[in-house]
């Protein structure tokens, strides 16, 4: 196993453009998680699927960012019309799904290495 | 809903030296919590996780952590520091499975 991987690792591009990134979780992890990082601060959560299906949104994540996992593997986040503002670090991951023992959750969350998107 | 709060944003210590780093967490029920690392162009990597089990957290790299209830503290401690500690670290509660993170913490370890 090769752990998470995402594609591109660095994309530049211009404002009003529209980016794709891809995220390849690890292979047996039903769950895909997306958040982003700008500098000097933690991650943030944008989104997460179980298998195919997008279980929750942040409010963060505005009506030009679109998530898919359509075959319940890779992922993809598109942003359309891409903004400054939209700088940051795409970051993904995967986990099991997450199990309520012993009063608390037990999933452990494996992070790719992150695409860092530069609009100009 | 939950939140934890780093209270440094920057520690510098001496190679050889402790490390003390540290975590305060807003929670609702019993937390699970971590600590991540994150160095220079490198993805995030998980040190240590608590889910109730121990209250004592033993990690890599040397790292562990303990969890107090009574102080809602999850402070993460080193006995002797590495230059190759130098790093973000974060402390991450998660709530309904997603992961909500802290500021983070710089290490800087002087030779």
């Known amino acids: 196993d090769t752990g998470v991987s995402q594609d591109p690792r660095h994309k530049i591009t211009k404002r009003g453009q529209n980016v794709t990134f891809r995220c390849d979780p690890i292979s047996e992890h039903n769950r895909l998680y997306w958040y982003r990082q700008t500098l000097g601060q933690g991650p943030e959560f944008l989104t997460y699927?179980?298998?195919?299906?997008?279980?929750?949104k942040s409010r963060l994540l505005s009506d030009r960012f679109s998530a898919e996992r359509p075959k319940g593997s890779f992922s993809t986040l598109e942003i359309q019309r891409t903004e400054q503002g939209d700088s940051a670090m795409y970051l993904c991951?995967?986990?099991?799904?997450?199990?309520?023992?012993?009063?608390?959750?037990?999933?452990?969350?494996?992070f790719g290495p992150g695409t860092r998107l530069t609009v100009l | 809903a939950q939140s934890v709060t780093q209270l440094d944003s920057h520690v510098s210590v001496s190679e050889g030296t402790p490390v003390l780093l540290r975590c305060n967490y807003s929670?609702?029920?019993?937390?699970?919590l971590f600590w991540y690392v994150q160095h220079p162009n490198k993805g995030l990597q998980l040190l240590l996780k608590y889910t109730s089990a121990a209250t004592l957290v033993k990690g890599i790299n040397g790292f562990e952590a303990e969890f107090k209830k009574s102080e809602t503290s999850f402070h993460l401690t080193k006995p002797s520091a590495h230059m190759s500690d130098a790093a973000e670290y974060f402390c991450?509660?998660?709530?309904?499975?997603?992961?909500?993170f802290g500021q983070g913490t710089e290490l800087s370890v002087k030779p």
């Open positions: 699927f179980q298998n195919e299906a997008q279980l929750e």
């Open positions: 991450v509660v998660s709530e309904g499975g997603k992961l909500i």
């Open positions: 929670s609702s029920y019993s937390p699970s």
């Open positions: 991951a995967s986990s099991l799904t997450s199990t309520w023992l012993a009063g608390a959750w037990t999933d452990t969350q494996y």
